[in-house]
């Protein structure tokens, strides 16, 4: 999934970042609210970690209420010092979805995330992807072809994941770099072609009909077509 966190705080920024990263998780990260606001409403995301007070003109409620007043329905979820039971009210009266106090334990973090995903998908998104006789299950992280399961380590996941939301299209290396590996740089490494091709025997093996392809100078297609 892909989650935005706008937080201020360098130390707690890092923290999250590494652990949604190792939880399977890409991110964004925004350190002021002018910046978190600009990216939360012109990017598509899973959830949205939000610190209250933040720099740059405009706090967190501030920019929820906006995100909420323009329709935005992004899952949201507050992370503050602020602990009082006023300060918690406000916080979700004005659009946040969840609301947790700093200091804060990652794991209930990240199960406070996990039940807004699990909300907003059966509630607004798709939880199945299929193309042809693949199909993936986004709730169990279930993938099968042809009926038979397919096993996949988490990254092999979320690289399927991306290329089924944007089957029958060219993904370059550079959208791979930026929403699957979380890189805005290239590393000139060749960690995506190992993973593509270790992702194509899985779900190609034994198959007459080759779904993952390659685009010879442009990039991959997953794609039923010849």
Not at 36 to 59: K, N, T, V
Not at 189 to 197: C, E, L, P, R
Request: glycine share 8%; no cysteine; net charge neutral.
């Amino acid at each position: 999934m892909k989650l935005l966190i706008i937080e201020d705080n360098e130390r707690v920024a890092l923290f999250l970042k590494k652990g949604l990263s190792e939880a399977g998780h890409t991110t964004d990260h925004a350190d002021n609210g002018r910046d978190g606001m600009f990216l939360a409403a012109s990017e598509p995301y899973d959830a949205i970690i939000m610190d209250r007070m933040l720099p740059g003109g405009i706090d967190g409620l501030a920019i929820i209420e906006t995100l909420r007043r323009t329709g935005n329905k992004t899952p949201i979820l507050i992370l503050s010092a602020l602990s009082g039971v006023d300060d918690r009210i406000r916080g979700l009266k004005s659009g946040g979805d969840d609301y947790l106090v700093k200091p804060f334990a990652f794991g209930e973090l990240l199960a406070r995330l996990d039940a807004l995903l699990r909300r907003s998908q059966e509630t607004h998104a798709e939880t199945m992807l299929s193309l042809d006789d693949l199909a993936m299950d986004l709730l169990s992280h279930k993938v099968t072809r042809g009926g038979k399961v397919v096993t996949l380590q988490p990254r092999e996941f979320k690289l399927l994941e991306y290329l089924m939301r944007h089957a029958n299209q060219v993904v370059t290396r550079t959208m791979l770099l930026e929403n699957v590996w979380d890189y805005h740089f290239d590393p000139q490494t060749n960690v995506i072609d190992v993973h593509v091709s270790k992702l194509r025997q899985k779900i190609d093996a034994g198959n007459s009909r080759p779904l993952l392809k390659t685009i010879r100078n442009a990039g991959y297609m997953l794609t039923a077509d010849a």
